[in-house]
């Protein structure tokens, strides 16, 4: 599929992405998120379903599968 941003040629290809969200102040990290890319511009697509998954996910506020290290850019 055609990049939506205007001007780009690019294409989404599938790809696992790692998705962050805030949710209650706090920072969520998703990784292996199904995503469409742009091969040029790195925009980013999330199916409904997908979307809907997420929010499901954070509902549910199961145990986080790791942690990662969190930076602030200063
Ligand atoms: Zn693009």
Known sequence: MKCSIAGCPGEYEEREIVHTVRYY??????????????????????KPETVRRIEELLH????????????KYV
């Open 60 to 71: 549910s506020a199961p145990q986080p599968a790791g942690t990662v290290p969190l930076y």
């Open 25 to 46: 102040g706090e920072v969520i990290v998703i990784d292996n998120v199904p995503a469409e890319v742009c091969s040029v511009c790195g925009d980013v697509l999330l």
